[in-house]
C-alpha cells in the first residue's frame, strides 16, 4: 500500500512558477515508478510527467517539456514538479500517481492504468 498526498498548489500568473510535492507513505516506495497527472475542468486526465524507480529516467508530455521538471528523493519519500513558466493552458488538478515497477531503471508509464495508487490532487491555476 503507498498513501500519496500533494502538496504546494495556487494562484500564479502566467510566466511565473509553482513548486508540487508528494508524500508517499509506505516502506516500498522505491519500487514504484511515480507519475504527474493532470486533468482541466472538462478534459480528461491527461499525463504531465514520469520518474523512474531509481530517478535516473524520466519521460514529459510534450506540452511541458522543458517548462518541467520531475525529480524524486527515496529516502525521503517525496516527488517533486517544478513548473515554470507556466501558462493559462496549465491549469488543471494535478495528481501524483506511483507505479509498481519491476526493474528500476523502467519509466514508459504514460496511461492513467499503469498506475496503482492516486492521490487526492492539488489544484493549480495560472492567469492570464
Known amino acids: 500500500q503507498v498513501q500519496l498526498v500533494e502538496s504546494g498548489g495556487g494562484l500564479v500568473q502566467a510566466g511565473g512558477s509553482l513548486r508540487l510535492s508528494c508524500a508517499a507513505a509506505g516502506r516500498t516506495f522505491s519500487t514504484y515508478a511515480m507519475g504527474w497527472f493532470r486533468q482541466a475542468p472538462g478534459k480528461e486526465r491527461e499525463f504531465v510527467a514520469v520518474i523512474s524507480r531509481s530517478g535516473g529516467n524520466t519521460n514529459y508530455a510534450d506540452s511541458v517539456k522543458g517548462r518541467f521538471t520531475i525529480s524524486r528523493d527515496n529516502a525521503k519519500t517525496t516527488v517533486d514538479l517544478q513548473m515554470n513558466s507556466l501558462k493559462p493552458e496549465d491549469t488543471a488538478v494535478y495528481y501524483c500517481?506511483?507505479?509498481?515497477?519491476?526493474?528500476?531503471?523502467?519509466?514508459?508509464?504514460?496511461?492513467?492504468?499503469?498506475?496503482?495508487?492516486w492521490g487526492q490532487g492539488t489544484q493549480v491555476t495560472v492567469s492570464s
Open positions: 500517481a506511483a507505479a509498481y515497477a519491476a526493474f528500476r531503471d523502467s519509466y514508459y508509464f504514460p496511461r492513467s492504468s499503469d498506475y496503482d495508487y
